[in-house]
T-cell receptor, first 110, second 111 residues
C-alpha cells in the first residue's frame, strides 16, 4: 500500500461546478499538507499549504484536512476551463521530504 | 524573479552515456531536491540536500549522484544512463517545512 493514495481521474466537470479532489494517507505522523497544480509540460506550482487539521480558504480554493480519518481534500468553487490541470497532494511529517500522490487529472468543460 | 532554473530542458542520451542536470535557485533557500516524475508513479524523491554541504538519498537514488555546489546550485549526475531513467526530472527548493518551488523540468529520453 502506498503512503499516499490519490485517484488518477480523469475527472470531467462542467464550467461553474464545485470540484472535490481527495487524498488518503496511512502515516499518522504527517502534519504538513500541500496541494499543487501542474499544467501539461510544466512544473508543479503550490496552491495551498496547511498545517495539522482544519480548513484553509484562498479565493475559490478550500483545503481541508481530517487527520482522524487520514483524509485531505481540495475544493474548487466556480470551476473554470483554466483550472484544467493535474492536481497533486503532498504531505510531510515535518522533515523536509514531502511524499506526493500520483495526481488527479481535472478537465473543466466550457 | 527567476525562482528555480533547470538546464537543459530536453535531452536525448544513448544507453551508457553520462550527463549532469543543473539546478539553481535565487530565493536563498536552504533545502534543495531532485524528483523524477513518471506516469502513474507520481513524483519520487531521488536525492535531497537539507542544507549546503549535506546530501541524502531519497526513495529512488540508484544510478544517480548529486553535488550541492553551493547554496544556490544542486546538480544531478547520471553516470551511465539506462532506458529506465527516461523520465521528467524536477528540481525544487524550500525553506523550512514549507512548500516547494519547482523548476520547469528536464525531459530526458535514454535510447
Amino acid at each position: 500500500q502506498k503512503e499516499v493514495e490519490q485517484d488518477p481521474g480523469p475527472l470531467s466537470v462542467p464550467e461553474g461546478a464545485i470540484v472535490s479532489l481527495n487524498c488518503t494517507y496511512s502515516n499518522s505522523a504527517f502534519q504538513y499538507f500541500m496541494w499543487y497544480r501542474q499544467y501539461s509540460r510544466k512544473g508543479p506550482e503550490l496552491l495551498m499549504y496547511t498545517y495539522s487539521s482544519g480548513n484553509k480558504e484562498d479565493g475559490r480554493f478550500t483545503a481541508q484536512v481530517d487527520k482522524s480519518s487520514k483524509y485531505i481534500s481540495l475544493f474548487i468553487r466556480d470551476s473554470q476551463p483554466s483550472d484544467s490541470a493535474t492536481y497533486l497532494c503532498a504531505m510531510s511529517g515535518g522533515t523536509y521530504k514531502y511524499i506526493f500522490g500520483t495526481g488527479t487529472r481535472l478537465k473543466v468543460l466550457a | 524573479n527567476a525562482g528555480v532554473t533547470q538546464t537543459p530542458k530536453f535531452q536525448v542520451l544513448k544507453t551508457g552515456q553520462s550527463m549532469t542536470l543543473q539546478c539553481a535557485q535565487d530565493m536563498n533557500h536552504n533545502s534543495m531536491y531532485w524528483y523524477r516524475q513518471d506516469p502513474g508513479m507520481g513524483l519520487r524523491l531521488i536525492y535531497y540536500s537539507a542544507s549546503e554541504g549535506t546530501t541524502d538519498k531519497g526513495e529512488v537514488p540508484n544510478g544517480y549522484n548529486v553535488s550541492r555546489l553551493n547554496k544556490r546550485e544542486f546538480s544531478l549526475r547520471l553516470e551511465s544512463a539506462a532506458p529506465s531513467q527516461t523520465s521528467v526530472y524536477f528540481c525544487a527548493s524550500n525553506q523550512g517545512p514549507n512548500g516547494y518551488t519547482f523548476g520547469s523540468g528536464t525531459r530526458l529520453t535514454v535510447v
